[in-house]
Each structure stands twice: as structure tokens, then as C-alpha cells.
């Protein structure tokens, strides 16, 4: 079904577009990953009396397959379709063909020796579910051909919502902060719309069924072996016991590992390094002796909070400085560098300052610079520059900037090694 | 009795929370969709029910939990082996009667009870309450957060120390006087952070003071006020007649944009620093923050800047004004909610109930239950929670004749 919607183009042509596509596997994900906990309720932990003999009804595993199947194979038949325009139409169709066959022969060559194997004994139905999901969560985003990870959308909107719910209470409470007057638990409230306690809450919410399931799987205690009068098969009793809980709690170990590795990933997604390129700036005609650069350009203005770069060209020397736009509304103009970190002049990436999220970051020593605090010297703080706003227009006179750079360079830095 | 066991129940509640939790992931296919969801949980008859069905359902449990706690439990065989677990002593060197078993008890804190059917011992009973305290500060935030979205207003005036009442929620308020930590010598390097923190303003209504700060607000007459900005108030007299200007100047940096004179046309205001200080690659200005300088410049032109001076003279274009001493304006907000109460204390519920979990007078419940059963006694124990590790210690204790 999937291919069929995504192969012909008078079909693909009417379907939803992308993003609906995208959101669609997200809530298929989601719902694959969360009905381990109906299933940890029924079907408990999967061994010993509670569990002894599961069974998938049929219609489960129709919508199982039906959920992982539909959207990778809309996609391969997408780009069966791509290829079919570039190389021959009955080529490309007889090759992804090919490719499937092959694909799935190994599956029917050793379905005997798979059904043989006896998957309850590492899975209840619990831990499959939510060991699918969470391959799900990791590989997500392949489907598509593309980086978009449930757990990204997933953490923004966790942030989203907490700075949300964080302003509404202090509306509420009528401690709504202000720019200069400082609020009761002002600094409560910006420890909890930091990201960290979204990525907190947004970890937990993911993390907590595998560890349901695995508590579930430790929870049951030895079997009672009083009554055995033999003490070799006292042992052998909690020995069969115990291996069998180490089976089963294999899988879930591994999906607890990949939905670590997904979060590191989504960590670097959520808030990606961003260093943008440096725009070449001179000195203006208007007001000679000044820099002159507009709030409000081609990119944007500076009320998006966005990290921009420039480079000043004075004569022998290449100037590179920052500006952004701190969150109350007041402007940071600083060297692309500080007073202690000097990396070698063959290391350019390690030189200058890149943002992530509400914090510049050196990147060669990777302190964070909350962005607040620019314009403050000292430490790991990009040097500032002295500066003026007038009339929509950043103001930086020639003199003080070289002036600036110059005693940057006369400085005795640290770091010289990298 | 059934409905509130249907209402109470975990499923009730999960299905409630699901519901409401995906009515959000919906809307966030949307603009803004915190504030549509809360509109929509507050306003909307489906959101409302929702709501109002979580909040009976969290009271449900807690009184289902409190009901379950309180009820005596009679002990029987079919109870017995109901537990955790549970074990016979057949053993003649084991206990042989309900009196044995408590001696056996007592000697570790348990206080046994020997009822007609048997033996119960208890710890821990006060367990219950963290999580009925918890159910129960969350019922009242939630319950406040309904009323203050229907019943709040607000409304806001700025007012001038020394200056004209205005009139707030039908009552007239006026400002005797504005004070705040602001200095003749304030130092600002780069850009710094500007925070003021000793705000207030001393209000009168009729003939009943009140001071109003920054900080929390204050109740007087069955409303709250706060301040929510600050800026300065400069007269300028020019002809016999003074004109107030209200300029909002602070942090220094901030623009403000003003007529100082009728027809003299719109002037930007910013304050200017009284001097600069430089070490090294530091730059600091230093500003008058009493008596400001300033420094106007004609907007959408460059040149015609002028500096000016509060209580000093100034010449603006072609006329001579005099500036008087600055004063300071504030915005006053005036509330009107009768849910505020409630949220403050739920909320304080709410941390007592976090403080009440862990405090170990309030920790897991155990109980010991025993019957006499074919001639001796059957024992019985459960923990409320880490039920493995009960289940082994019990088996220690019975099997090496330990007392738990």
C-alpha cells in the first residue's frame, strides 16, 4: 500500500506533502514505542506464570507489520520513481524488485531455524514492542531520507511547553519578570526554562517504559525451593531462574542503549552548533571613520537572537568581530576571540565563537558563553568593542576597533600548543 | 460506590490524560498551540469536561486510597495467602501460636494486635498520605487555574510620584512618592545588566496608605498591585507653561521618543553618560541616574543633537526651556482574582507533598498477618512496594528464625 501510494506520480501528486508524511510516522512511532505499557499490564514481564505462553493475535501482528512496512516502502517506491526517470523506466522497476527479493531471502530461507528459536525467550510481548520502537526512534529519519527524528520534535516541543507553562504560572502569580525589576523566584524560573529540565522531562517520558518492562522482568524474586529436598536441584532451579531473567532483559538493556545513543544525537540536533559566515564590512562613506552596520539587512534583524559575524579589512590586518542580540533586548558587540584561549593559526576551527541555542561557545576550549553576558570582558568572554545604536544602525568607529584588536594581539594568550 | 471506583481507577485517569495530551500534540500542527490549548481546555464544553473529569478523578483516588487504607483487614487463610508471602510452620521448632508470633514481632518496633480471627501488625500506615497530600495540592492548582481563567481582571496606569490620581477597578489611587536603588554614580561596562531591586511606591487611596513594590505583590482592598515599570518623568517648562514628559530610558541604551515642545517636532531621548572609564580593554559609563543627562537627537536626522540636563536650561531648536528635576513614573498593575489563594496555596501543598515523600515517617507500608490454620499458625507478609526484597526477607526471617 505504501508503494502504491508513493510510486505513481498521479497518486503521490494528490497525497498529503512531506511534513504530514513526517508527522504521520511520528505518531506511528510514538503509539508502536507506548503500547509496550498495555501489554507490560496484560502480559506482564513474559516468563515464568504470569507470562508463560504469550501470543500476538493475528490483527496485532497485521498492524505491526502494516506500521513498519507503510512508510519505508512509500519512500522506496518514491525513489524507485526518482530512478526510474534518470536511468529507464523497466530497468529501475525490475531492480528494486531484485532488491527486495534478495532482501527479504534470507528472512524465508531461515524462517524454520527463526521459528525454531523460540523469540518468548528474550521477548514478552512488552519488550518486543518497545524494542521496535525504540530501532524506531534510532533509525527514524531514514524513511525519508532525512535527519528529522521524532525525538527532535519531540524535545523542542517538551521546551516549547515548559517555557510556556513557566510564563503562564508567573502571569498567573503576577511575577511576570520584567527587563530591570527583579521578580521573586526570577531565577527559579529561569533554571526551569532552561533546556535542561525539557530534555530531563523529555528523557524520562522515553526512558520509562524499557524501564518499566526491565523492573517488571527484576522484580519477580527466586523461586521458592523450600520444599526441594535435593540441594543440586534447589540450584539448578535458581539457576534456570536467574539465566532466563538475563535473556530477557538483553533486549531491553540493548533498546535502553539506543535510545541513549538516539538522545545524544537529538542533543546535537536540538541545539546544533551554528557559526555563520562573516560578512565583509568597510568603513562607511556616510560617516567616515565609523563602521556602520543596520539592524535590519538582508538576513533578518537582530531580534531573532541569531550569533552574526563580520570581518573589518584594515590594511595588513583581518578584523573578524561578533554581534548579537541579548535577551533583553540589548546588543553585544565583541572580537571573535578572547583574552585567554589562542589557538594555532593553522587551527581555524578552533578559532573564534559559534551559538548554540542561548550560549556562544569557544570553540576551542568549548566553554559556554551564556549570551547575556557579552560585552562583559573577562574569562572566556569574547573581547567587547565599544559601539553605539543610532538611528537603526550599529556604530562602531575604525579607531576603536583597531585599537581593541591591537591590545588583543599584544596580549599574552594561553593555548598555544593547538 | 462503583462510580467512584470507575472514576478513581488508574485507567480513568490515563484516559483522561491521554485524551488531553493528544488534543495538544494535535494543536501543535498549529500557531501558538499553547494558548490555544489552554483555550481550549478553560473555555471549550469537551475541554472543560476533560478538565473537570481529571480533577474528580484525582480526588476519587486519593479518597479510594484513604478508604482502602483505613478498612481493617480481616485476617483469613484465603487473606494470608493472598499476600506477598506467606509461610506454615509445621515445624515444632517454630512459633506454635498467634502469641508466639507476636512476642516474635514486638521485638522489632511491630505492634501486633490479636483479634478473634487472627494476628495483624502494621507499620508504615501513614504512607498513604504523601500521595493523597500530592493528588490533592494538584486538584487545587488545577481547580485555581479554572477559576483565575474565568475571573481575573486586570488593569494597568502609570502613575508619577507627587503627581495626579488615576483611577483603577473604579477606585482612585494616588503616588506620594517613588523610590528606588538607582544612583548619581551608576557604572555600566559594555552593555551590563541593569536590575533595580528596592522599587516601591507609596500609594493613597482616600486616606489609607500602601506601599507597592516590584516585588511580590501586595493585597489592599480585596485587589493586588504590583509595579511592572519604571521610567522618568521630565518637566519642561518653556513660556510660563510645563509640559511632563514620560520617558522610558531605562536600561542606559534604551531609546525613547518624545516632543519636548509643542511643534518643536519628535526628538529621540537617550541618556548620556557623565563620563567614561577606560582600563585597559575595558570601557565603563558612568551615569547620573538621579538627576540624568540627556542627550536628544532630531529623529530622522543626524545632525542637531542636544544635550540636556535635568534642572538645568536647554535650548531646543530656537526656544529656551528649562528642565526641571527628573522624576520617576511607575506602571502600576491592579488585579482582580479571587483564585489567586488557591494557586498560591496549592502550590505550597505541593511542596509539602514533595517534602512529606521524603521524610521517613512516611515511608512503605508493611504488614504482617497471621491465622491459626490445621493447628498452627500461618504467616503472612507485604510490603507496598520493593515487593522482591520483601519477599526475601521474610523467607530470611522465617527460615532462620530471625525476627524481621
Known sequence: MGGVLGFPPSVAAIMPGMEQWISARYLLEALIFYSSLPLLIRHGSGAGPEGAAWTIPAWGLFLLGFALFFFEARSLALFTFDSALMEGYPSAVSGAALGLALGFSPLLLSARRLRAFGVERFFSPAALVVTIGAAKFLLGGVAEAQEGSILVAFQRGMQYLVEHAVDHLQRLLLIREHAFIRAPFQGLAEYLRQDRLSTAIAVAFVMIPPLLVLVRVFSRPDPEVVGIRVAAERRLKVAFFRREMISLSAPLLVCLFMLMVSFHAVSAGVNPLSEPKPMAVSESEESPGSIVIPLEDMLGDFSNGKLRKYVFFHGNDRIIFLAIMKPDGTLGVALDECEICRPADWNTAAQGYAQRGDHLICKYCMSPIAIPTVNKPGGCNPIPVPFEVQEGNIEITVADIVRVHKAARALVKKGTHL | ?404
Request: glycine share 10%; hydrophobic share 45%; proline share 6%.
Open chain 2, 1 to 404: 460506590m462503583r462510580a467512584l471506583y470507575i472514576i478513581g481507577s488508574r485507567w480513568a485517569m490515563a484516559a483522561i490524560t491521554l485524551a488531553m495530551g493528544s488534543v495538544y500534540v494535535a494543536m501543535t500542527f498549529g500557531e501558538s498551540p499553547y494558548t490555544r490549548f489552554t483555550d481550549f481546555i478553560f473555555h471549550s464544553p469537551l475541554g472543560l469536561a476533560l478538565y473537570c473529569g481529571l480533577v474528580i478523578s484525582l480526588v476519587a483516588m486519593s479518597v479510594l486510597a484513604v478508604v482502602r487504607r483505613i478498612r481493617p483487614i480481616a485476617p483469613s487463610v484465603d487473606a494470608v495467602r493472598s499476600m506477598d508471602a506467606h509461610v506454615h510452620f509445621t515445624d515444632p521448632q517454630g512459633p506454635d501460636s498467634l502469641e508466639g508470633i507476636a512476642q516474635w514481632l514486638a521485638t522489632s518496633g511491630f505492634r501486633p494486635r490479636i483479634v478473634p480471627q487472627g494476628l495483624l501488625a502494621r507499620r508504615g500506615a501513614l504512607s498513604v498520605l504523601p500521595g493523597t497530600v500530592l493528588r490533592a495540592g494538584v486538584a487545587l492548582v488545577m481547580v485555581a487555574l479554572l477559576m483565575g481563567a474565568h475571573m481575573r481582571q486586570e488593569q494597568q496606569a502609570i502613575v508619577a510620584g507627587g503627581g495626579e490620581s488615576v483611577v483603577l477597578f473604579d477606585r482612585e489611587v494616588r503616588a506620594v512618592s517613588i523610590s528606588s536603588d538607582i544612583s548619581s554614580e551608576y557604572l555600566q561596562v559594555g552593555k551590563a545588566d541593569f536590575v533595580l531591586q528596592g522599587l516601591s511606591a507609596l500609594m493613597l487611596e482616600g486616606h489609607a496608605e500602601f506601599r507597592v513594590t516590584g516585588w511580590y505583590p501586595v493585597s489592599h482592598g480585596g485587589l493586588y498591585w504590583r509595579i511592572v515599570h519604571m521610567g522618568y518623568v521630565q518637566p519642561v517648562e518653556h513660556g510660563g507653561v510645563t509640559e511632563f514628559l514620560e520617558l522610558d530610558l531605562l536600561p542606559p541604551g534604551h531609546v525613547a521618543v518624545a516632543s519636548p515642545l509643542p511643534g518643536a517636532g519628535v526628538y529621540e531621548f537617550r541618556l548620556a553618560p557623565e563620563r567614561q572609564i577606560k582600563k585597559g580593554l575595558i570601557t565603563g559609563d558612568v551615569y547620573n541616574l538621579i538627576s540624568p543627562r540627556y542627550e536628544l537627537s532630531p529623529r530622522g536626522r543626524k545632525d542637531g543633537m542636544i544635550m540636556a540636563r535635568a534642572t538645568e536650561a536647554a535650548r531646543i531648536g530656537v526656544d529656551n526651556v528649562q528642565l526641571g528635576p527628573a522624576g520617576l513614573y511607575v506602571t502600576l498593575l491592579a488585579a482582580r482574582d479571587p483564585s489567586l489563594p488557591f494557586l498560591r496555596a496549592g502550590l505550597l501543598v505541593l511542596a509539602l507533598a514533595l517534602l512529606m515523600m521524603i521524610a521517613r515517617i512516611f515511608w512503605y507500608e508493611r504488614v504482617f498477618v497471621a491465622v491459626m490454620h490445621e493447628g498452627s499458625p500461618l504467616l503472612g507478609y507485604s510490603e507496598e512496594f520493593y515487593k522482591k526484597w520483601g519477599i526475601y526477607k521474610f523467607r530470611r526471617w522465617t527460615s532462620g528464625g530471625n525476627a524481621p
